[in-house]
Antibody, heavy 119, light 110 residues
């Protein structure tokens, strides 16, 4: 079965760090474009970052310089290292695949992991 | 703040047709393909329409998408109670160099 499972969310103080994981099954992350998308409580969707199959990365302006996306090919897992966290980073974080079957659309999503930044 | 603007809400009675607009600019919708996502309460988003007007397998044909210039639309024909949820448009933006989502529209079935 093709699926994504996120983990690593939790409560962290402002200025702290957290690393999210996204484990894939049924396909290879290194052959796809893998994204992180977040949703603050009661708000809309916000794209966070992408790692391309070739290894290059892009980030939203709101997280650039603080967040780092990476992947571990042998574990078939994508990570999001989040540093210098702010209260406005509080959100559910989803991992999503941009496969080549549906243009640049995100066809597979994980269930999400909640990150709460609060003192 | 999203660069793709959607109406906050839309509504219709069962069987009616509802249309949701998505307004962007030349750096996103004007030059890139539009995708639409449906998000049920408490769930992850689900791909509904890709490449402006294409339905992934399993999506009912009462959902359709279109694009003209810097705007796009999602139409739901034969509205059903299970369509009552949130919908988001999205596209790549070459100036922001990132993927952008619309502000979201909540559809209510009266």
């Amino acid at each position: 079965e093709v699926q994504l499972v996120e983990s690593g969310g939790g409560l962290v103080q402002p200025g702290g760090s957290l690393r999210l994981s996204c484990a894939a099954s049924g396909f290879t992350v290194s052959s796809n474009y893998m994204n992180w998308v977040r949703q603050a409580p009661g708000k809309g969707l916000e794209w966070v970052s992408v790692i391309y199959s070739g290894g290059s990365r892009k980030y939203a302006a709101s997280v650039k310089g603080r967040f780092t996306i990476s992947r571990h090919n042998s574990e078939n897992t994508v990570f999001l290292q989040m540093n210098s966290l702010r209260t406005e980073d509080t959100a559910v974080y989803y991992c999503a695949r941009d496969g080549d079957r549906y243009g640049d659309a995100f066809d597979i999503w994980g269930q999400g992991t909640m990150v709460t930044v609060s003192s | 703040q999203s660069v793709l603007t959607q109406p906050p809400s839309a509504s219709g009675t069962p069987g009616q047709k509802v249309t949701i607009s998505c307004s962007g600019s030349s750096s996103n919708i004007g030059t890139k393909t539009v995708n639409w996502y449906q998000q049920l309460p408490g769930a992850a988003p689900k791909l509904l329409i890709h490449s402006n007007n294409q339905r992934p397998s399993g999506v009912p044909d009462r959902f359709s998408g279109s694009k003209s210039g810097t705007s796009a639309s999602l139409a739901i024909s034969g509205l059903q109670s299970e369509d009552e949820t949130d919908y988001y448009c999205a596209a790549w933006d070459y100036i922001l160099d990132g993927y952008v989502f619309g502000t979201g529209t909540k559809v209510t079935v009266l």
